[in-house]
């Protein structure tokens, strides 16, 4: 719980980090199919806002929702899990 209630949090991998305070990330899970029973891989792509720009690409990072900070940012990064090799 945050100051302004329940917040989602998602794990994902930085795919890039080019722009300023900014990365996206790729957040990926499993969905079954209704009929085969079979999982699938379903992906998604984040813009995450990082103040300290201190993510690299390949990092899996912890972001939080949060309110719209720009036209597609509205997730800001909470910490680093695993730093890339």
């Known amino acids: 719980m945050s100051e302004r209630g329940f917040n989602r949090t998602i794990k994902g991998v930085v795919?890039?980090?080019?722009?300023?305070?900014?990365?996206?990330?790729?957040?990926?899970?499993?969905?079954?199919?209704?009929?085969?029973?079979?999982?699938?891989?379903?992906?998604?792509?984040y813009m995450v806002h990082d103040e300290?720009?201190?993510?690299?690409?390949?990092?899996?990072?912890i972001v939080m929702e949060s309110r719209p900070l720009s036209r597609l940012k509205r997730w800001r990064m909470l910490r680093i899990v695993a730093k890339a090799e």
């Open 52 to 61: 300290k720009n201190e993510c690299k690409v390949g990092d899996t990072v």
């Open 15 to 45: 795919v890039s980090n080019k722009m300023d305070k900014t990365i996206v990330i790729r957040a990926e899970r499993l969905v079954k199919h209704p009929v085969f029973h079979k999982y699938t891989r379903k992906h998604v792509k």
